[in-house]
């Protein structure tokens, strides 16, 4: 009975949610990148790094200014434990482990004209990155890294986004922004507040 009420329930939730993107109305979607700087405050590890996160974004419109951008980006980079936390690594170094992370980001916008052809977004999404395992060096240190990110919940990355986009033509546009990643879950662990905390140049190609 509670197996059967549990699958009733998710069902249900799955026609509402279909529902209402089905209700929204389709704007075009985007090719992006956020090139930037996600900081580090573990001293014995490799510098901050600079990271490249690729992906795709939908662009739904609840209004015509409020909209719905469901988005999906990859990132990668090399991890180590370093005084029991999560710490950037030098490429392949000992004790290592590459790190895939898959980025959901369920942005919120606001959307201004500012002309016929440049235009403003603010964006706002309660970002959740999970890590997978690919690579190891040395002794493996993933389960631990895992440990970790799921452990400890930090998966929980708000982000916040401001565009200018630049018209093209009818059907293509030129996105051009900053995005700042914030590690929520530094309010209930021990480390301090910058530590992951990320500065990115927005990049995006609109298609319509």
Same mark, same amino acid.
């Given at each position: ?17 279909? /529902? ?20 580090? *405050?573990?001293? /014995? ?6 990271? &490249? ?5 939908? !662009?739904? &419109?609840?209004? /015509?200014?409020? *909209?719905? &951008? ?8 090399? !991890? ?20 895939? *992370?898959?980025?959901? =980001? ?29 690579? *190891?060096? %040395? ?46 879950? =530094? ?14 140049? &927005?990049? %995006?190609?609109?298609?319509?």
């Amino acid at each position: 009975m509670k197996n059967k009420i549990t699958a009733m329930t998710v069902a249900l939730l799955v026609f509402c949610m279909a /529902d209402f993107l089905y209700a929204l109305d389709y704007k075009g979607f985007a090719i992006t990148d956020d090139f930037g700087i996600s900081f580090t *405050s573990t001293s /014995d590890a490799a510098p901050s790094p600079v990271n &490249h996160t690729p992906g795709i974004e939908i !662009f739904l &419109h609840i209004t /015509d200014n409020i *909209s719905f &951008h469901p988005a999906l980006a990859l990132s990668w980079g090399e !991890f180590l434990m370093s005084a029991n936390k999560a710490a950037p690594a030098e490429i392949e170094a000992a004790n290592a482990a590459l790190l895939l *992370s898959i980025i959901l =980001r369920p942005y919120i916008g606001y959307h201004i004209d500012i002309n016929s052809i440049l235009s403003f977004d603010g964006f706002f999404s309660p970002t959740l990155i999970f890590k997978l395992p690919i690579k *190891s060096y %040395g002794q493996d240190p993933s389960g631990e890294l895992l440990s970790y990110y799921y452990g400890g919940f930090r998966l929980i990355y708000p982000e916040l986004s401001l565009r200018i986009s630049w018209k093209i033509t009818e059907h293509m546009s030129i996105m051009v922004g900053e995005t700042t990643r914030i590690p929520l879950f =530094r309010l209930w662990d021990s480390y301090p507040f910058y530590d992951e905390l990320g500065l990115f140049l &927005h990049l %995006g190609l609109v298609l319509k």
